[in-house]
């Protein structure tokens, strides 16, 4: 049992970790950084029941075996739902905490929201599936979260810098963009492994190894180009 439960954390805890050293202006509170995990499990939560709600919905619209309900399940059912839900919970926890200060913050907390999400999904299956799903998972499902929550993460700092210079329509779209992108990402991510095909599961590792190679170069160079708002 405490085997399953520390394989299932540990990758999450080292990636929050990881961010946390990266964040080198002021080091946020460890009370904001449980904060924003836990916001992770409620969109987890959350987002469980708007999976089954839509699920429903497309099985009434769509015929299980047709691509078209791979791909709307994909980018809706999953990528949505699950992308929304970390959105709210995250602006809910952090977008009027004062420690939001500087650019690289938001990119943190959306990063630590998706991290808590993924912890909590990846407890539900390695509880299930065993110690071998952790080991895949550890360098699949894990880094893949923390990537959507890094790409919401930069749109959504790319906001709270707009609302500091009084440009609100800047802000209203880069919201919007925080939902939008690390959903399309998510959604081509789970649409490759759901049709199965040769050719999109070729597309899914080299996904994965973009994640690892763009991405977290990515977050490494926001951290060093971090700025304070004002």
């Given at each position: 049992?405490?085997?399953?439960?520390?394989?299932?954390?540990?990758?999450?805890?080292?990636?929050?970790?990881?961010?946390?050293?990266?964040?080198?202006?002021?080091?946020?509170?460890?009370?904001?950084?449980?904060?924003?995990?836990?916001?992770g499990?409620?969109?987890?939560?959350?987002?469980?029941?708007?999976?089954?709600?839509?699920?429903?919905?497309?099985?009434?619209?769509?015929?299980?075996?047709y691509?078209?309900?791979?791909?709307?399940?994909?980018?809706?059912v999953?990528?949505?739902?699950?992308?929304?839900?970390?959105?709210?919970f995250?602006?809910?926890?952090?977008w009027?905490?004062?420690?939001?200060?500087?650019?690289?913050?938001?990119?943190?907390?959306?990063?630590l929201?998706?991290?808590?999400?993924?912890?909590?999904?990846?407890?539900?299956?390695?509880?299930?599936?065993?110690?071998?799903?952790?080991?895949?998972?550890?360098?699949?499902?894990?880094?893949?979260?923390?990537?959507?929550?890094?790409?919401?993460?930069?749109?959504?700092?790319?906001?709270?810098?707009?609302?500091?210079?009084g440009?609100?329509?800047k802000?209203?779209?880069?919201?919007?963009?925080?939902?939008?992108?690390?959903?399309?990402?998510?959604?081509?991510?789970?649409?490759?492994?759901?049709?199965?095909?040769?050719?999109?599961?070729?597309?899914?590792?080299?996904?994965?190894?973009?994640?690892?190679?763009?991405?977290?170069?990515?977050?490494?160079?926001y951290?060093?180009?971090?700025?304070?708002?004002?």
């Amino acid at each position: 049992m405490e085997i399953l439960l520390i394989s299932a954390l540990l990758p999450g805890i080292l990636f929050v970790i990881y961010l946390y050293r990266l964040d080198h202006i002021e080091k946020e509170p460890v009370s904001l950084i449980i904060k924003l995990l836990f916001a992770g499990v409620a969109s987890a939560v959350l987002a469980y029941f708007l999976e089954v709600v839509l699920e429903d919905i497309i099985l009434m619209l769509f015929d299980f075996s047709y691509s078209l309900y791979f791909i709307v399940d994909a980018f809706v059912v999953v990528g949505l739902s699950e992308e929304f839900a970390k959105f709210l919970f995250l602006k809910k926890n952090s977008w009027s905490d004062h420690n939001f200060n500087c650019a690289f913050d938001g990119v943190l907390y959306s990063a630590l929201a998706a991290l808590g999400f993924a912890m909590s999904e990846n407890i539900l299956y390695v509880f299930s599936y065993g110690l071998p799903t952790a080991l895949t998972r550890a360098f699949t499902s894990i880094p893949a979260h923390l990537a959507f929550g890094i790409i919401m993460g930069i749109f959504y700092s790319n906001a709270k810098m707009a609302q500091y210079k009084g440009d609100e329509k800047k802000c209203r779209i880069n919201l919007v963009y925080s939902i939008f992108f690390p959903t399309i990402l998510h959604g081509f991510y789970d649409y490759c492994l759901f049709d199965g095909s040769d050719l999109l599961m070729v597309l899914w590792g080299l996904t994965i190894i973009i994640i690892y190679i763009v991405v977290f170069k990515l977050v490494r160079e926001y951290a060093k180009n971090d700025t304070e708002f004002y």
